[in-house]
């Protein structure tokens, strides 16, 4: 009987492999922190008589999972990062962090969600495990199955390694973020997508690679003391109080140091030119349009542009690809089809600090242009990662 089984589920694994064709060389992309896709490759997954105990443990799930509904669907409503972003969003204006603090949390966690889907589509193609369903048509996924192999988890990879750096960043919410993950992952089980081992896999993986980030954000140097001084000067900012001022120093993720792309010094205090940039603020004509615009993306200026990006994964279809939906950082090069209207959105964002009367003209076409060249860099870097 037990060699039997053995046979049968070896055929129907082999079937399952050869329906799962998402991204199969994702595990060989490059990374953001880890050095490769194999770093933390898990060992092999359960053999078929274990596998055939779990396949009873996930029918057991679903004969219960009626009160799991609303959980499973709140994790599967997009790609497995998701969520995670979402949640990171919220953590770090609820918690009132300052500018350069709120990107760097926002990036720490994006790059460990990456590198923890290129980490799992490593393991995925080395075993080819198939889902529960694909060796047992009794097992009624409620979700759309994924077209990928069942070990791990992606959905609990995101989840170990969003929650790792997200306990690292809000050390308060540490007993919350490991429910939730536990959560995220109980969820594909009871949806009837993965074996338990799938998640506890994809867990064990995500973690490692949330550790792996946050060992390079402990090394970025945010920590570094701030000793020095901004006194008041006519024409020169200053302040008691200064937010992040060391931000500069941190290191960066692509460029080889903050300098690269410094603008040239501003106008001259005083000067004509200088005068006429302030003239320009202070004569501002305002309208209901332009007011509109200096608070859309006020206080969280992030969020239009991670709720663009939301939209575009969606609209693309990219949720059901977690490997590209969690490199969708460059827009313009993802999705060159909206590059005018990213263009636009840039153009109002760089403006709408100086329709609020926080910078002048000058600034925000500075901004853009520096912002514009580090983008280049960045997707220049992206797209030497193996993915296309």
């Known amino acids: 009987m037990r060699k039997h089984i053995s046979c049968v589920l070896g055929a129907l694994m082999m079937a399952g492999t050869l329906m799962a064709q998402v991204e199969p060389n994702a595990g060989n992309w490059g990374n953001w922190v880890i050095s490769s896709g194999s770093t933390f490759r898990l060992p092999a997954p359960p053999d078929s008589e274990i596998t055939a105990t779990e396949l009873g443990w996930v029918k057991d799930c679903i004969s219960q999972r009626d009160q799991a509904l609303a959980s499973i669907h709140y994790w599967d409503a997009g790609s497995p990062g998701y969520r995670w972003m979402q949640l990171a969003q919220q953590s770090v204006v ?39 369903s694909e060796l047992d048509p009794a097992v ?35 007993t919350k973020l490991a429910a939730m993950a536990e959560e995220a992952a109980a969820s594909r089980v009871i949806a009837g997508v993965a074996f338990p081992s799938d998640v506890f ?17 402990q090394s970025d140097g945010s920590g570094q003391p701030f000793t020095g001084s901004y006194p008041p000067a006519p024409g020169v900012w200053s302040s008691n109080t200064p937010v992040a001022p060391l931000a500069g120093s941190w290191k960066p993720w692509v460029l080889t140091s903050a300098q690269v792309f410094r603008p040239g010094r501003p106008p001259l205090f005083g000067s004509d030119q200088a005068n006429q940039q302030y003239a320009a603020v202070m004569n501002l004509n305002r309208n209901n349009a332009i007011n509109h615009l200096a608070w859309f993306w006020q206080p969280g200026f992030f969020q239009p542009w991670l709720q663009q990006v939301d939209l575009e994964v969606f609209q693309n279809h990219l949720d059901s690809n977690p490997p590209r939906a969690a490199s969708a950082a460059i827009m313009s090069a993802l999705f060159p089809d909206d590059a005018q209207l990213f263009t636009s959105m840039a153009g109002d964002a760089g403006t709408s600090t100086f329709d609020a009367g926080i910078h002048t003209q000058l600034d925000g076409s500075d901004g853009l242009k520096l912002g514009t060249q580090v983008a280049q860099k960045v997707a220049a870097r992206a797209s030497a990662d193996g993915a296309n």
């Open 94 to 132: 609820n918690a009132g962090l300052p500018t350069p603090l709120q990107t760097r949390a926002l990036a720490l966690v994006a790059a460990a969600i990456s590198d923890a889907m290129v980490a799992a589509w490593d393991s995925k193609y080395t075993y080819n495990r198939a889902h529960p």
């Open 140 to 174: 009624a996924p409620v979700v759309a199955m994924p077209k990928n192999p069942s070990y791990p988890s992606e959905h609990a990879a995101a989840a170990g390694a969003a929650a790792a750096v997200l306990e690292y960043l809000f050390p308060d919410q540490t």
């Open 201 to 217: 896999g994809g867990l064990d993986l995500g973690q490692n690679v949330g550790w792996a980030v946050i060992a390079f954000a």
